[in-house]
């Protein structure tokens, strides 16, 4: 009798031990389930923004050569949209060079791994890199810079 308490103990502990690590495994799928769902939610936007960011640099470019006030409204107002969704600028200019988030478009005079010049505007998307940065590098020449 006292043999078979102790064995329909011991299988209540395993029963228990199998219900806890079962709940534990469905807990943590749960979770991963939420931050996949999460993650697809916000990167799923991705290519519209890309898109979008064609006709941002295009204005851009229009408004260094127009310099128009309401121009200006318009690209600040297109750009405060893309960043409610998650876009934000790379900071490149002055920057140490940074492989992950710029592309290198050419070597020129200048302090040495230094960012000189922003040829194309980087973006992130929430903490991904969208879009790199297009930048003129410092070869570490002392001549001037341009």
Do not use: W
């Not at 043999?3 to 011991?10: F, N, P, S, Y």
């Not at 640099?57 to 229009?62: E, F, H, S, T, Y």
């Not at 200048?110 to 297009?134: C, H, M």
């Amino acid at each position: 009798m006292v043999k078979k308490i102790k064995d329909t103990h011991a299988r209540l502990e395993e029963l228990e031990n199998n219900y806890r690590r079962a709940l534990a495994d469905y807990q943590n799928q749960e979770r991963r389930h939420q931050e996949l769902s999460s993650s697809l939610v916000k990167m799923a936007s991705s290519a519209l923004v890309e898109k979008l960011l064609l006709s941002l640099d295009a204005l851009q470019m229009a408004q260094v050569h127009l310099k128009d006030k309401g121009l200006q409204m318009v690209i600040d107002q297109l750009f405060a949209t893309l960043a409610q969704e998650g876009l934000s600028e790379i900071v490149s200019d002055g920057q140490d060079f940074d492989p992950l988030t710029m592309d290198c478009t050419e070597i020129i005079p200048g302090p040495q791994n230094r960012v000189i010049k922003t040829v194309s505007q980087g973006y992130f998307l929430f903490d991904k890199v969208l879009r790199p940065a297009k930048v003129k590098v410092g070869s570490g020449d002392n001549a001037p810079t341009t």
